[in-house]
Each structure stands twice: as structure tokens, then as C-alpha cells.
């Protein structure tokens, strides 16, 4: 079956510490999409991706980074510098084009411990 | 500045019956509306889209209104049931990527 895979479903990060989060897709789909999701709040872009080794900010980037070296692939970085990462962190994809919904992960729920 | 609101409450209503939930937006001019389901600890899953020029799409007990002389989009679960039970969220396309609403949790109660 066709989806999108994120890993860990849970990870735990100290202070000061950067951690990846994997996201892999077999749905040939070009565009890729990191968010996040706090309590209370919409979903909110991070980095997107249309094309291979190609991605632009979100709306808060900041602290993050990500690589696009391959299609099936867009893993999100979160460095030391973000300063509050404690969240639910949710890929997603779909064709290029206008008029597709996009196909989500299962997430990755980040705890600073 | 640019907002989409839903309502921050949640839905509580009688299984059999009509949900609507609400979608409003200001400062945004979309080609197109999505609305998605979210259960707890999960991600989003796609529900439906509406163009700009359509009025109105169905999707068995789904129905979706979308009107951009109000900035209004209206979601509809006719027959509803326990299972709809779930967070419902709405996206507008803004240039290659979607912005989401917070999201109403609707709550059907048999």
C-alpha cells in the first residue's frame, strides 16, 4: 500500500540537542510539507518542498532545516535553536498541482525533556 | 491581517442529525478550500475540495458550500453518526501550499 511513513512516533529530546524526524513516501508524489501542531492552533508550515534538492521557509522556519536529496524522502531537523520544539510534527504530500488534497503522516510527537 | 476561523467550540449534537460546521476567512482570495478529519494522535486525513467556481460538492453524507462573496465555507454530515466523532479541519490554498483553520471537534452522541 501506497502512504507515507514517519519515524519515531514518539521521541524525547534534551536541551541543546538537535534531533531528525524521517518522513518517506512511495506515492511518487513531488511536493512534501513538514507542519506543526500545537494544542488550540492550526496546523503551521514549517518547510516545503516541490522538487528534488529544492525547498522553501514556511511561516516559522526558524530553528528548523530540512534536505530534499531524493523524492521519497524530506526529513525536518530540529536544532538547539528552536527554542520551544515541544510538538506534534506532521509530513505530508501530494502531485504538484492545485487541486489534490494531501496525504499525511501518522506524526511525530517531540518532547523536551 | 490574514485569519481563517472555525469554531472554537465544540459540536455536540444527536446522532441522525445534520452537523454544520463553519469555515470564515478574511484577507485571503483562494482557488480552492479543503476540508480534512483529524482523530486524536493521528494526522489529517483529505475529505474534500471545492473550487472557487463551484458552489457546492457532495461525497455520500458529506456535502461542502463554499462561498467567496462571504469568505464562507459550510460543512455538512447529514446522518451523522458516533463514528463522525472527530476534529474537522479547514485549508485554503495559498500560493503552492495550504494554510489550516484550528479546527471544531465534533462530538455525535448516540
Known amino acids: 500500500d501506497g502512504g507515507i511513513t514517519q519515524s519515531p512516533k514518539y521521541l524525547f529530546r534534551k536541551e541543546g540537542q538537535n534531533v531528525t524526524l524521517s518522513c518517506e513516501q512511495n506515492?511518487?508524489?513531488?511536493?512534501m510539507y513538514w507542519y506543526r501542531q500545537d494544542p488550540g492552533q492550526g496546523l503551521r508550515l514549517i518547510y516545503y518542498?516541490?522538487?528534488?534538492?529544492?525547498?522553501q521557509k514556511g511561516d516559522i522556519a526558524e530553528g528548523y532545516s530540512v534536505s530534499r536529496e531524493k523524492k521519497e524522502s524530506f526529513p525536518l531537523t530540529v536544532t538547539s535553536a528552536q527554542k520551544n520544539p515541544t510538538a506534534f510534527y506532521l509530513c505530508?504530500?501530494?502531485?504538484?498541482?492545485?487541486?489534490?488534497?494531501?496525504?499525511f503522516g501518522s506524526g511525530t510527537r517531540l518532547t523536551v525533556v | 491581517s490574514q485569519k481563517i476561523e472555525q469554531n472554537s467550540e465544540a459540536l455536540n449534537i444527536q446522532e441522525g442529525k445534520t452537523a454544520t460546521l463553519t469555515c470564515n476567512y478574511t484577507?485571503?482570495?483562494?482557488?480552492?478550500l479543503q476540508w480534512y478529519r483529524q482523530d486524536p494522535g493521528r494526522g489529517p486525513v483529505f475529505l474534500l475540495l471545492?473550487?472557487?467556481?463551484?458552489k457546492e460538492k457532495r461525497k455520500e453524507r458529506l456535502k461542502v458550500t463554499f462561498d467567496t462573496t462571504l469568505k464562507q465555507s459550510l460543512f455538512h454530515i447529514t446522518a451523522s453518526q458516533p463514528a463522525d466523532s472527530a476534529t474537522y479541519l479547514c485549508?485554503?490554498?495559498?500560493?503552492?501550499?495550504?494554510?489550516f483553520g484550528a479546527g471544531t471537534i465534533l462530538r455525535v452522541k448516540s
Open positions: 505530508a504530500s501530494r502531485p504538484v498541482g492545485r487541486n489534490y488534497g494531501y496525504t
Open positions: 506515492l511518487n508524489h513531488d511536493a
Open positions: 518542498s516541490q522538487i528534488v534538492n529544492d525547498f
Open positions: 484577507n485571503y482570495s483562494p482557488a480552492y
Open positions: 471545492i473550487r472557487e467556481n463551484e
Open positions: 485549508a485554503l490554498e495559498d500560493g503552492n501550499k495550504l494554510v
